[in-house]
């Protein structure tokens, strides 16, 4: 029997299909228009614009080192070489996507989820005092430099302790008000990729940890739960003319390379 448990988002459930499939086409078929939870495979996982399995992405490496104690803070691990070296955002104004989403979309994300909301998190601002940092002295966005040094450190300590918590307790979702890692599903020629959307440092311990699958809910409101490359024609945002065809494919494609953000090694080596 299916495990279904009441959603904390919406009025939607969420079916626990990770005994009966893998594979999120037939997940989302077999839940109709609810939620899903399904075991992805780590070579199907990209977070954070890496990967699943890369076994360069800075992140996952720090986590590795600070197991191994080999770092025990920002300054020397890889986490600060990623920020030093790929720098794409611009000096105090990081974003995520451009004023109008990405082509298949034109939902926007919550304040919360800018990166401007996610310095106010309660996690991150707890942190941020308990290091003695203030407000202007952090800025920054997760996925790529120039960041603060204030921000670097705050971020591997985020990290560090969830890679502790884990690590002694497991990964418990029903002690948590987030749950599970959401995420969003890209389909071409059958093959397909799973985007984390909130969680992203909870997939990097996991990750750390050696884990194959990870546990990823599907499904989030408002959203379709699969993206299929064959369907550019109908994608919000190519329809209304804010990307082209050429350029909104070349966008989806880029969640398929198997390879970190080009040129972030550089002087490392």
Not at 109 to 129: D, M, S, V
Request: some cysteine; aromatic content about 10%; proline content about 8%.
């Amino acid at each position: 029997m299916l495990s279904i448990f009441s959603k904390r988002r919406d009025k939607r459930r969420t079916t626990d299909l990770r005994a009966v499939t893998d594979n999120p086409i037939d997940a989302a078929r077999l839940a109709g228009d609810g939620l899903f939870i399904i075991d992805v495979p780590v070579q199907k996982l990209r977070v954070l614009n890496f990967w699943g399995a890369d076994p360069d992405n800075p992140f996952v490496a720090t986590l590795r080192e600070y197991a191994d104690g080999l770092c025990s803070n920002y300054k020397g691990s890889p986490l600060e070489g990623f920020y030093r070296c790929w720098q794409p955002f611009a000096p105090g104004q990081p974003k995520d996507e451009s004023d109008s989403g990405p082509p298949w979309r034109t939902v926007r994300p919550k304040a919360q989820n800018t990166p401007t909301g996610r310095l106010q998190r309660h996690e991150f601002r707890e942190i941020a005092r308990d290091l003695g940092f203030s407000p202007d002295e952090i800025h920054g966005h997760i996925k790529g430099g120039p960041v603060s040094e204030a921000f670097g450190e705050i971020t591997f300590r985020r990290l560090a302790r969830l890679h502790d918590s884990i690590s002694r307790d497991g990964f418990r979702p029903d002690l948590s008000l987030a749950r599970y890692p959401t995420g969003f599903c890209f389909v071409r020629e059958g093959d397909y990729r799973i985007s984390i959307g909130s969680g992203n440092h909870r997939v990097l311990v996991m990750l750390a940890l050696g884990w194959g699958k990870i546990p990823v809910e599907l499904g989030p409101p408002k959203i379709p739960v699969i993206t299929q490359r064959a369907e550019v024609d109908h994608w919000p945002n190519v329809i209304n003319g804010r990307y082209t065809r050429d350029d909104a494919l070349r966008r989806f494609d880029d969640i398929f390379r198997q390879r970190h953000p080009s040129g972030w090694q550089r002087g490392l080596r």
